[in-house]
């Protein structure tokens, strides 16, 4: 039964039971409520693949219990959230400096939750491990799902977590290790880590920060002002500084350990000047912080650091750059799921959205190019080892398709999808943030060069694509493989300005052909095979005088078979 009232205005004389049926509230349920394990074959395919059907055999209830937390509770805290966001408490009943950040009841119940149940707890690694599983895959699925619900909260747990421990391991005193590992010791989640880099001066600009460090036997004191930090109220920092006496640029950049207390129990020097009112991501308390002669802890060989501190730190933020990627990606699964609920809800010029010509057009638009994104940001967390030049390829699509996503799910929702009241708005409010953190388009392509003509990234990045479609009997893919080789060595022979100017074209070209080839190496049934060939007509093939006006609809004559292999949504519609 519906829980409104039937007024006069649902009693009109041209109404009928036909059309209040197309706003009946009952009928438009959404991704929440859905358990995202369960409703998600593309996500079953991947573990399956991953895990093998052993491992599956053993992850499966596991990853039954978590697609219905994150699609219920950990979903539904995230809508409340957002709707009462993080407060300031900058001082105490006497004026004192307190700098403590409030979050809301449904922000600890969720976190709460999420720790309790992570898959990178070091308890749920050794079971894993005793019975034969490896647990990276599933803690990337862990990810993914809570990327649908909340990519604020998956900042908020932290996501510079292993670097925090990475450089406390590699380089701090003993003591402060013993610390960190403290903190960290129910999960890379459980510390609350964050990286602290962007400065008035600039955020990609880093070698224009001011943030100074002077030594203090064998800790620091760090005094400077971050513009734009995630997860201020978090409790181990990583700041990038640079030393007294060091060279004004990058190589005098030295990254840095923080923590909320001092050795000695005392609050450290940290001060939150405000809370950033954001667009989105209302979940994650994003400020200024100003560090006054703050604890800190060099995480660099030296006692003026190598020159090295920006790369080390880059090498890590590569791992950052796939968590980004994870959200995007997140955000664009969520829009997808969101859309065809909805399309299969609302009815227009006599029959479902669901079966218009042109909206299926679009979802299977929506669902290739979701996957296509999915196989990038699992194999760039899963290969081994990692491509150095597949972080900021992967982010470069994923980061944007989590925003082309949300605004098209808007689309197909029509006003209502404009409407807070609605799921997608904050999707897209969200998803906006995911091009900037880590590095815009711009930087990613400086990263792309950097690793291509420093590190010669490019040559395991081809022997990965080569790899991938070695089983595969497809001569798009292989031609546009040597295409891309010779493009390479063409973008090589340029002079330095055109070479920059070129260096988005090259990498847009790059991550075309690495979907395309991982799309390739997964299709293993007819339906994967018919994605890795829409993907590749959409991205590959050369264009047609006529724009495939009169190409085969295999998008359409499939579209059944597309969707079944994307969603799956067995809850009874109401009567």
């Given amino acids: 039964m519906a829980s409104y009232l039937i007024e006069p205005v649902d009693r009109l004389p041209f109404g009928t039971?036909?059309?209040?049926?197309?706003?009946?509230t009952e009928r438009y349920q959404g991704a929440v409520g859905l358990n995202w394990w369960t409703s998600d074959p593309s996500l079953q395919f991947l573990m399956r693949r991953y895990l093998g059907a052993e491992g599956l055999a053993w992850a499966e209830p596991r990853l039954t219990a978590l697609g219905e937390l994150m699609g219920g509770r950990v979903a539904r805290w995230a809508e409340e959230t957002d709707r009462n966001p993080p407060r300031l408490e900058k001082y105490d009943r006497w004026g004192r400096d307190i700098s403590e950040v409030v979050m809301p009841p449904s922000f600890e119940a969720a976190r709460r939750e999420l720790v309790a149940t992570g898959f990178t707890r070091p308890d749920f690694v050794a079971e894993a491990k005793a019975a034969g599983v490896d647990p990276a895959p599933m803690a990337v699925a862990w990810s993914y799902m809570l990327d649908q619900a909340d990519i604020g909260m998956a900042c908020a747990l932290g996501t510079g977590g292993d670097m925090v421990v990475g450089l406390t391991e590699l380089f701090a005193p003993e003591d402060v290790k013993a610390r960190v590992r403290e903190l960290f010791s129910a999960g890379?989640?459980?510390?609350?880590?964050?990286?602290?880099?962007?400065?008035?001066?600039?955020?990609?600009?880093?070698?224009?920060?001011?943030?100074?460090?002077?030594?203090?036997?064998?800790?620091?004191?760090?005094?400077?002002?971050?513009?734009?930090?995630?997860?201020?109220?978090?409790?181990?920092?990583?700041?990038?500084?640079?030393?007294?006496?060091?060279?004004?640029?990058?190589?005098?950049?030295?990254?840095?350990?923080?923590?909320?207390?001092?050795?000695?129990?005392?609050?450290?020097?940290?001060?939150?000047?405000?809370?950033?009112?954001?667009?989105?991501?209302?979940?994650?308390?994003?400020?200024?912080?100003?560090?006054?002669?703050?604890?800190?802890?060099?995480?660099?060989?030296?006692?003026?650091?190598?020159?090295?501190?920006?790369?080390r730190m880059m090498e890590l933020t590569n791992g950052a750059r796939l968590g980004i990627s994870m959200m995007g990606l997140g955000c664009a699964r969520r829009s997808l799921v969101e859309a065809l609920c909805y399309v299969r809800a609302r009815e227009a010029f006599g029959a479902p959205l669901y079966d218009q010509p042109l909206m299926r057009r679009k979802l299977a638009e929506l669902i290739v190019e979701t996957e296509a994104v999915q196989a990038m940001v699992f194999d760039g967390y899963l290969s081994k080892p990692r491509l150095r030049i597949g972080a900021p390829l992967i982010k470069l699509r994923a980061a944007r398709l989590g925003v082309t996503a949300a605004s098209d799910a808007i689309e197909i929702h029509g006003g209502n999808g404009?409407?807070?009241?609605?799921?997608?708005?904050?999707?897209?409010?969200?998803?906006?943030?995911?091009?900037?953190?880590?590095?815009?388009?711009?930087?990613?392509?400086?990263?792309?060069?950097?690793?291509?003509?420093?590190?010669?990234?490019?040559?395991?990045?081809?022997?990965?694509?080569?790899?991938?479609?070695?089983?595969?009997?497809?001569?798009?893919?292989?031609?546009?493989?040597?295409?891309?080789?010779?493009?390479?060595?063409?973008?090589?022979?340029?002079?330095?300005?055109?070479?920059?100017?070129?260096?988005?074209?090259?990498?847009?070209?790059?991550?075309?052909?690495?979907?395309?080839?991982?799309?390739?190496?997964?299709?293993?049934?007819?339906?994967?095979?018919?994605?890795?060939?829409?993907?590749?007509?959409?991205?590959?093939?050369?264009?047609?005088?006529?724009?495939?006006?009169?190409?085969?609809a295999e998008e359409l004559d499939r579209f059944e078979e597309l969707v079944a292999g994307a969603f799956i949504d067995d809850r009874k519609e109401p009567a």
């Avoid at 039971?17 to 009946?24: D, G, L, V, W």
Wanted: glycine residues 8%; hydrophobic residues 45%; contains cysteine.
């Fill in 17 to 24: 039971p036909e059309k209040a049926r197309r706003y009946a």
């Fill in 188 to 311: 890379m989640f459980s510390g609350e880590a964050a990286q602290m880099l962007t400065e008035r001066s600039g955020g990609s600009d880093l070698g224009a920060l001011e943030a100074t460090a002077a030594r203090d036997g064998d800790a620091w004191r760090l005094n400077g002002f971050k513009w734009f930090a995630s997860n201020a109220n978090g409790s181990a920092f990583v700041v990038l500084a640079k030393t007294e006496g060091a060279e004004d640029g990058v190589r005098g950049i030295s990254p840095f350990l923080i923590l909320r207390e001092r050795r000695d129990g005392s609050r450290n020097g940290i001060k939150i000047r405000r809370l950033k009112d954001k667009l989105g991501t209302r979940s994650v308390a994003s400020g200024e912080i100003e560090f006054a002669d703050a604890e800190a802890f060099l995480l660099a060989p030296e006692a003026k650091g190598d020159g090295k501190g920006l790369s």
């Fill in 418 to 552: 404009y409407i807070e009241q609605w799921p997608v708005a904050r999707i897209l409010r969200d998803a906006q943030v995911n091009p900037i953190w880590e590095g815009g388009d711009n930087i990613l392509c400086l990263d792309v060069r950097r690793a291509m003509l420093r590190e010669q990234a490019h040559e395991p990045f081809f022997e990965r694509l080569e790899q991938a479609v070695a089983n595969a009997d497809d001569t798009l893919v292989n031609e546009r493989i040597a295409n891309l080789r010779q493009a390479v060595k063409r973008w090589q022979s340029l002079d330095t300005t055109t070479a920059e100017a070129r260096l988005f074209p090259l990498a847009q070209y790059m991550a075309d052909v690495y979907a395309a080839a991982l799309l390739l190496e997964q299709a293993d049934n007819d339906r994967k095979a018919l994605v890795a060939h829409l993907y590749a007509r959409n991205h590959l093939a050369a264009p047609n005088p006529l724009r495939d006006i009169d190409a085969p």
